[in-house]
């Protein structure tokens, strides 16, 4: 199994609060990516990274933001969370970002914005 | 635009039947398409990958999937199904030099009976 963590793993929050996504990463992979899964839409790309402090907006990133400071880890914040954003939030991350590479992928975050 | 279509979100077929998963794509180039499985509360993990050198692509657990660019299509297919392959799959395609997002299908569920 690729190294990628992930955390919290499950998280209950109230609809306006910030909330803070982890993702970890020991396998030293260049591109990291954050996907939302919703029932009948798979996943759904929200931001991705090509290196540290490089970031860049997927289809669904109104709402959120990244950032990476370290290779290895990749932060996904709600700056003040929706019930819209209720989800299950995965990441990624891929060893070049080139069109074949696999995506290896973390266990998930549910998230629920009461 | 690049979009996955997959028909039908749930799938049930009976242990030891053929497995066929729909997916079709619809790119403007040559795409790359993957395979992805989920099991209940995991992340996704790669099946197998079409990226142009064989149109029949062997993938792990005794799948397999055949790229047609006449039909637009990157079915996938299993002979016998067996009760451990119950999970959800995804279609998805690379996203062309644009660092190796993939864009989803919105998932099959398949149910194996005994």
């Known amino acids: 199994d690729a190294g990628i963590t992930q955390s919290p793993r499950h998280k209950v929050t109230e609809t306006g609060t910030p909330v803070t996504l982890r993702c970890h990463q020991t396998e030293n992979h260049r591109y990291m990516y954050w996907y939302r899964q919703d029932p009948g839409h798979g996943l759904r790309l929200i931001h991705y990274?090509?290196?540290?402090?490089?970031?860049d907006k997927g289809e669904v990133s109104d709402g959120y933001s990244v950032s990476r400071s370290k290779t290895e880890d990749f932060l996904l914040t709600l700056e003040s969370a929706t019930s819209s954003q209720t989800s299950v939030y995965f990441c990624?991350?891929?060893?070049?970002?080139?069109?074949?590479?696999?995506?290896?992928f973390g266990p998930g975050t549910r998230l629920t914005v009461l | 635009a690049q979009s996955v279509t997959q028909l039908g979100s749930h799938v049930s077929v009976s242990e030891g039947a053929l497995v066929l998963l729909r997916c079709n794509y619809s790119s403007s180039v040559p795409p790359y398409l993957f395979w992805y499985v989920q099991y209940p509360n995991q992340g996704l993990q790669l099946l197998l990958k079409y990226t142009s050198a064989a149109t029949l692509v062997k993938g792990i657990n005794g799948f397999e999937a055949e790229f047609k660019k006449s039909e637009t299509s990157f079915h996938l297919t299993k002979p016998s199904a067996h009760m451990s392959d119950a999970a959800e799959y995804f279609c998805?395609?690379?996203?062309?030099?644009?660092?190796?997002?993939?864009?989803f299908g919105q998932g099959t569920e398949l149910s194996v009976k005994p």
């Open positions: 990274s090509y290196g540290v402090k490089d970031t």
């Open positions: 998805a395609v690379s996203n062309q030099n644009q660092g190796g997002k993939l864009i």
């Open positions: 990624a991350i891929s060893l070049a970002g080139a069109n074949t590479d696999t995506q290896y």
